[in-house]
Nanobody
């Protein structure tokens, strides 16, 4: 079992940056592939980015490519999401998720979820 706690959300103007963090506790962090997802009001939860267990493999949704970067520090049990050039349409609750095995971009592949952190981008 792994517990996930996100932080770093907030209010930012369009064009600004934020870095989200997700700290994991419980079983060995390096045994989990990690993902970031988001859910805007009235919309389905969607994939944002994922990273493999060693950090060598990364994948981003097309909507955030070139703007968001996922990374992890296994020594700190932490995964990050650096978000640059933020747009109002990035406004959502951002969730960290963990799964055993290889990285995936589907919500149902992930077994463990954090409580989410709100990101609001003003125009």
């Amino acid at each position: 079992q792994v517990q996930l706690v996100e932080s770093g959300g907030g209010l930012v103007q369009a064009g600004g940056s934020l870095r989200l963090s997700c700290v994991a506790s419980g079983r060995a962090f390096s045994s989990y592939a990690m993902g970031w997802f988001r859910q805007a009001p009235g919309k389905e939860r969607e994939f944002v980015a994922a990273i493999g267990r060693s950090g060598a493999y990364k994948n981003n949704a097309d909507s955030v490519k070139g703007r968001f970067t996922i990374s992890r520090d296994n020594s700190k049990n932490t995964v990050y999401l650096q978000m640059n050039s933020l747009k109002p349409e990035d406004t959502a609750v951002y969730y960290c998720a963990a799964k055993t095995g290889v990285v995936a971009g589907t919500i149902t592949s992930y077994d463990h979820w954090g409580q989410g952190t709100q990101v609001t981008v003003s125009s």
